[in-house]
DNA sequence: TATATAGCTGCCATTTTGTGTCACATTTAG
DNA sequence: CTAAATGTGACACAAAATGGCAGCTATATA
C-alpha cells in the first residue's frame, strides 16, 4: 500500500504550490511551518517551482512575501479527447446562444484548448463541427411540447453521429404514434431548446428530421454510414447557420 | 547557474509523461534507455505517474509496452482564474439550457475544474452563482426584439455584477426613451435569449428589472453595494430556478 | 507445450539528492 | 538604525532514488 502521494516531496510542491495559488500574500516562514519545513528548504522548493515556470512574486522587506504573479493559472487542467471536444463544441454553441455576458474568457479558453490539441484532432473536429447546425429560436408551439431527453438516448445518438453510425430508434411522432427505424444521424440542428437529427431514414427511404426529444429509445448498430452533402439537406432548415469555431 | 529543470528527478517525469503522450506504444525499455536510467527506475516511475492521476495502460507480453489510456493525448490547460469562473458558470449554464447532447464530459470537467480551485476561488464562485438565475424560456414577443449587446457594456456590467460595484448606466425602456440612471447589479436572469439584470435603481428609489440588451452605454463606479436578498427580488422573477454548479 | 517477450514487485548495497543549521548579503518599511 | 523579509552559499547528515538481481504473472508465437 502506498503512502499519501508518491514521493513526499512531490507532494509538498504540490501542496505549495496549490497554497499560493490560495492565498494571495504568504512569508516563507509561514508556509515553512504550515509545511513542517525549515526556511531554507522552502526556498529551494520554491525556486523549483520557479524553474517549472510559476510566476512567483516575492517582495522584500517588511511586510513583503511571497505570492503568485497577477494573473496566476489555476492549475493544469488535463482533458480526455472527449472532454475537449465536447468542450469545444459546447464553447462553440454557447457563443451562439448566450449573450456575451460571461462569454470573453472563453473565446482564449477556445484558442488555448486548439493549441493544445494535434491537427489530427483538429480536424476531427472540425468535421463534427460542420455537422452542428444552430438555429435561431424555437417557436412557441415547440417549446410547449418539449420535454428533457433521457441521457442513455443521448449517448447512443452521440456515439452514433460521431462515428457515423446506424442508429436504431423508436420514435414517437407528432400524432403520438410510435414507430421502430433505423437511421443515419447525418446532421444535429439545435433550436433552442430542441435538438433535431436530419437523417437518412432507412424505413421511409428517404431524408427525415426527428426530434431528439421525441426519441423513447435509441442503439447504435455496427454498421457505418457515408456522409452525404448538407445541402441534401437544406430544404429542411429554415434559418442555415452553421455555428463556428 | 542551474542545468536543465529543477531537480532532475521532476525533469525526468516530465519528459516520460510527454513522451507517453506522443508516441503511443513504446516498451520500457525502450523509454528507460532514452531517460538513461534502469528499467527498474521507470517503472517506478510509471508508479509515480499512476498515482498522480494519469492512465497509464500496459500490455503484458510479446508486442506490448505501455501508453497513455485510449482517447488520450489533450495536454495540460492552464486557465487563468477569471477563465476558470467563466468557464465554470458557463457550463452551469449550458446545464440547464442545452439538452444533454454534448453535455456528460462537461459534468466531468466541471469536477475537475472544481478539483483544481481553493476553497476561497469555491466560494467566490458559489457566491457568484447563487446570484445568476435561470429561466424557462422568453415569450415571443422578447425574441422578437431581442438585440444582440455590445462587448464593452457587457464587460462594464460584468465587472460591476462581480465586484458589487454600482453601474451607470443609459438605459432604452419600451417606449425608447433613453434614462440616465445608477443601479446596483444585484441578481443576473437569463432567459434565452436575453439577459436581465435585477437592479436597485438610484433614480427611482426601487427595485428594477433592466434587459441588458437595452443598455446603450455602461461605466462601472468605484462605489461599493451591499447585496440583498434574493426574496427582495423574487416578486419580479416568474420560473425561479438558480442554476447549480 | 515450450520459449521468448514484456510488465511488475521485493530486497539491498550504493549513490545521489534533499534537508537543517548557520553565516551572511540585500532590500524595504517605519 | 532596526526589524522583517527575501535570498544564497557551505557543510554534515538524513532520506530518497537508483541499479542489480531474483522471481512473479501474463501474452504471443513457434
Chains 1, 2 share one sequence.
Request: hydrophobic share 40%; aromatic share 8%.
Amino acid at each position: 500500500m502506498k503512502r499519501t502521494t508518491s514521493s513526499g516531496h512531490l507532494a509538498r510542491l504540490d501542496k505549495l504550490e496549490s497554497m499560493l495559488k490560495s492565498e494571495d500574500f504568504l512569508t516563507v516562514r509561514a508556509l515553512s511551518h504550515a509545511l513542517h519545513v525549515s526556511t531554507r528548504t522552502l526556498y529551494r522548493d520554491i525556486n523549483i517551482l520557479r524553474d517549472r515556470g510559476l510566476p512567483i512574486d516575492a517582495d522584500k522587506g517588511k511586510g513583503g512575501g511571497v505570492r503568485l504573479h497577477r494573473s496566476w493559472g489555476v492549475g493544469k487542467l488535463s482533458l480526455t479527447e472527449e472532454e475537449a471536444v465536447d468542450l469545444l463544441l459546447s464553447l462553440a454553441m454557447s457563443d451562439r446562444l448566450n449573450s456575451p455576458l460571461f462569454l470573453e474568457s472563453l473565446q482564449s479558453i477556445k484558442y488555448k484548448l486548439l493549441a493544445l490539441l494535434s491537427t489530427d484532432q483538429k480536424r476531427k473536429i472540425e468535421n463534427l463541427r460542420s455537422r452542428v447546425l444552430i438555429g435561431s429560436s424555437a417557436s412557441p408551439s415547440v417549446h410547449a411540447s418539449y420535454e428533457q431527453s433521457d441521457v442513455p438516448i443521448c449517448s447512443a445518438l452521440k456515439q452514433a453521429f460521431i462515428s457515423k453510425l446506424c442508429l436504431e430508434v423508436s420514435y414517437e411522432d407528432e400524432n403520438k404514434r410510435e414507430t421502430h427505424r433505423v437511421i443515419e444521424p447525418h446532421y444535429l440542428y439545435f433550436n433552442t431548446p430542441v435538438w433535431y437529427i436530419f437523417a437518412w431514414d432507412h424505413l421511409r427511404m428517404d431524408f427525415r428530421v426527428f426530434r431528439v426529444d421525441r426519441m423513447k429509445r435509441s442503439f447504435a448498430l455496427s454498421a457505418r454510414f457515408e456522409l452525404r452533402p448538407k445541402q441534401e439537406f437544406e430544404h429542411l432548415i429554415e434559418t442555415d447557420s452553421p455555428i463556428s469555431l
